[in-house]
Structures are given as structure tokens and as C-alpha cells.
């Protein structure tokens, strides 16, 4: 599976941005898509995903409220809806996805199996 990500940009804080992910090749064992973040000297943290199962959502503590993960028209494709962005959610985002459901699990990063690239947004204060 490879992912394509999009939608990065700069914003002022207080806006709000759209990231779009696009997997191509063998999707069919997909279940669960979500979106990580990676400041500069920090460690990757959790942003949103959302199973395939039954659409549920699940959000970062940080982004629950302002963010809202989606699926797309498209199959497997996924959104991320990012409002009243702040200073600190400045980060490089990557779209990930894994054949693993488990609600345990589909907040950590180790359970996903493919990985985008990366597209960055920054957020000026």
C-alpha cells in the first residue's frame, strides 16, 4: 500500500486546513486509517483515525474538538479537517494505515503497517 498525503500548508493561528490522504496499490486488507504528528524535537504523537468497521473515530486528547477525521468518496481515502489550529499543532503529518481494527490498538503508531510520506503544516502565531 502506498499513501499519498496532501492539503499541508501555512495558516495563521485560529484557521484551518484540510489533509487528505490517498492509498493506492492493495488496499483490500485495509481497516483503519490515521493521520500522526511529529514536531521538531519531539516524538511522534497520535492525531486521529478511523475504522473501516464501523466508522468510528477516535482523536489525540490535543486535537479532540478541533479536528475531524473523515472518509472520502473515494475508496479508502481519508480526510482531516483541522480548525481553530494553534502555534503548537505546527507539525509534519503522515497518513498511515494497518489491517489492524482493535480500538486498543489503532492509537499507536507501531500498529500501522504503511506509512505517506509526510506533509507539513505550520501554523504561525
Known amino acids: 500500500v502506498q499513501l499519498q498525503a496532501s492539503g499541508g500548508g501555512l495558516v495563521q493561528a485560529g484557521g484551518s486546513l484540510r489533509l487528505s490522504c490517498s492509498p493506492s496499490g492493495h488496499t483490500d486488507g485495509t481497516y483503519t486509517m490515521g493521520w500522526f504528528r511529529q514536531a521538531p524535537g519531539k516524538e511522534r504523537e497520535f492525531v486521529a483515525s478511523?475504522?473501516?468497521?464501523?466508522?468510528?473515530?477516535y482523536y489525540g486528547e490535543s486535537v479532540k474538538g478541533r479536528f475531524t477525521i473523515s472518509r472520502g468518496n473515494e475508496k479508502n481515502t481519508v480526510s482531516l479537517q483541522m480548525n481553530s489550529l494553534k502555534f503548537e499543532d505546527t507539525a509534519i503529518y503522515s497518513c498511515?494505515?494497518?489491517?489492524?481494527?482493535?480500538?486498543?490498538?489503532?492509537?499507536?503508531?507501531?500498529?500501522?503497517?504503511?506509512w505517506g510520506q509526510g506533509t507539513l503544516v505550520t501554523v504561525s502565531s
Open positions: 478511523i475504522r473501516w468497521l464501523d466508522d468510528n473515530e
Open positions: 498511515s494505515a494497518t489491517s489492524v481494527s482493535a480500538e486498543i490498538l489503532v492509537r499507536q503508531a507501531s500498529s500501522y503497517e504503511y
